[in-house]
């Protein structure tokens, strides 16, 4: 191996490829805008938000609440209760959310933000965690409600535009419920070990032929010798493309940062289970989200290896069945019903938004199809948009969309920063991991709308929350009493 290397390093190509390497490292790093990227003004925003009139108010209510429990002798009922280990029931609620029904997860939301204002109360002194980005996410949900009410059919959008608020909020709860290192290491562990057993599922459903199959998941004129795909527990290959998503580089960080034998041959069987049942999604989207997570997770870890991706993708074309190569290079062709199906609703969408595009029409399937048949292109009926960007100005207005996008910059500029003055390398291992689980998830969403599964969607903001969680893991004490 070692004479491999030397063979390697000597030749002109890895030579030349090499000085490139770092030649753009250097002007990277002297770029001024990448500088002000990694450098947000956290002080001056931590300034700002304690001193605005919302958490005054919010530091106001905060002492009535405190009154209130101790009034009502609350600390005595709920001395020792299980409600008061809110770091518990949120956890709960995001590592299971992928396995439990919608209705079973809201339970376990409603319940993580029951247990979280029982802590609130207990205890007077305690302040809300900061993180650049939890204004967006107050007012993403904000906007979302405001959508909800005003949609063009209220009772169509109610129980949608409710679920979408209370899992938005979640990832305000999951921020606030983990209080130290030991319960989010171990909130990692447990969502790589549900990715596994999703992923587990879904193989077996593959080998036996369990599960629901829809006509309009395949092109049968195009791939004749696909029969199957895999949903899981997610009920669609898509959305279950983009669970793993965000779950594989959880499991690849884990890889890297375990220090014995044991642990790395357990994660990497859970990486390969995994990856394994990415592949029988035979979602083309998913493959292409995976690939830019890779991607990300390499370019933040260990640029160079980035000189073997080209050597690593022809290797995959003599590795990979004929059905995975063909599925993925169908990529593109309108040929594909799928595709010119997507691209008819996009162009539909489209001029659908020339008219609502302020306000939106309402969250859910059925404020959607209320007005989209009119502006259909070759009368294709569709459930949503599919494009989680064109969805959420559909529901909400461009505003949201805005927000959404505020939301993103100051999250991936957040972890950006905390990723580039990390010391610790399990730290930087699972900061980056989170980086490109979401830049992946949001090249999927670019077709496919990925809240539609509302367990997706909360697994998104469990995301959101873990980003913050990860970024600030060095500032948590190892063990506390918890809550």
């Not at 030649?23 to 931590?46: D, N, T, V, Y």
């Not at 107050?138 to 909800?148: F, N, R, S």
């Not at 948009?385 to 207005?397: E, K």
């Not at 100051?410 to 610790?424: G, N, Q, T, W």
Request: hydrophobic share 55%.
């Amino acid at each position: 191996m070692e004479q491999v290397q030397q063979i390697v390093q000597a030749s002109v190509l890895y030579r030349v490829l090499a000085a490139l390497c770092q030649w753009f490292g250097a002007q990277w790093h002297k770029s001024g805008l990448i500088q002000w990227f990694i450098h947000p003004p956290h002080r001056r925003e931590m300034a700002e938000s304690q001193c605005s009139v919302f958490t005054r108010l919010w530091r106001a209510i905060h002492r009535l609440l405190c009154r209130i429990y101790r009034g009502l002798r609350l600390d005595r009922a709920l001395a020792g209760s299980i409600f008061q280990k809110c770091w518990l029931w949120a956890g709960a609620a995001a590592v299971l959310a992928p396995i439990l029904p919608t209705m079973a997860v809201l339970g376990l939301v409603l319940v993580s933000f029951f247990s979280l204002l029982i802590r609130l109360m207990e205890r007077g002194d305690l302040e809300l965690r900061h993180a650049s980005f939890n204004r967006y996410i107050w007012l993403y949900a904000l906007i979302y409600l405001v959508g909800t009410l005003f949609s063009v059919t209220l009772s169509g959008s109610l129980q949608g535009g409710v679920l979408t608020v209370a899992f938005v909020l979640f990832a305000l709860v999951l921020q606030n419920s983990i209080t130290t290192r030991t319960q989010l290491d171990a909130l990692l562990l447990a969502l790589v070990l549900a990715g596994t057993a999703v992923a587990l599922y879904g193989i077996c459903q593959f080998l036996f032929g369990w599960g629901y199959q829809s006509e309009s998941w395949i092109d049968t004129e195009m791939f004749s010798d696909i029969s199957f795909r895999v949903p899981s527990t997610l009920g669609n290959p898509n959305m279950l493309g983009q669970y793993l998503i965000l779950v594989i580089p959880l499991g690849g960080a884990g890889l890297l940062a375990a220090r014995d034998w044991g642990k790395r041959v357990f994660y990497l069987c859970c990486c390969a289970i995994m990856c394994v049942c990415m592949l029988l999604t035979l979602s083309r989207g998913a493959w292409l989200g995976l690939l830019l997570a890779g991607f990300l997770f390499l370019l933040l870890l260990q640029p160079r290896l980035l000189l073997l991706a080209p050597l690593a993708l022809f290797a995959l074309y003599f590795v990979l069945p004929d059905t995975v190569i063909a599925r993925f290079t169908s990529i593109g062709n309108l040929g594909d019903t799928s595709t010119s199906y997507r691209l008819s609703i996009w162009l539909g969408t489209l001029d659908m938004l020339r008219d609502y595009w302020l306000c939106g029409v309402g969250p859910g399937e059925a404020a959607f199809n209320l007005v989209y048949p009119r502006y259909s292109y070759n009368e294709i009926v569709a459930p949503h948009s599919h494009n989680l960007f064109l969805q959420i100005v559909c529901d909400a207005g461009i505003i949201a969309l805005v927000v959404f996008l505020l939301l993103l910059f100051h999250f991936f500029r957040d972890l950006c920063a905390a990723f580039c003055r990390e010391k610790d390398s399990f730290s930087r291992l699972h900061q980056a991991a989170v980086l490109a689980g979401m830049g992946g998830f949001l090249v999927q969403a670019m077709t496919d709308y990925s809240f539609y599964n509302y367990r997706v969607m909360l697994l998104f903001w469990v995301f959101v929350a873990l980003g913050a969680l990860v970024a600030r893991r060095g500032l948590l004490p190892e063990r506390g009493a918890g809550a």
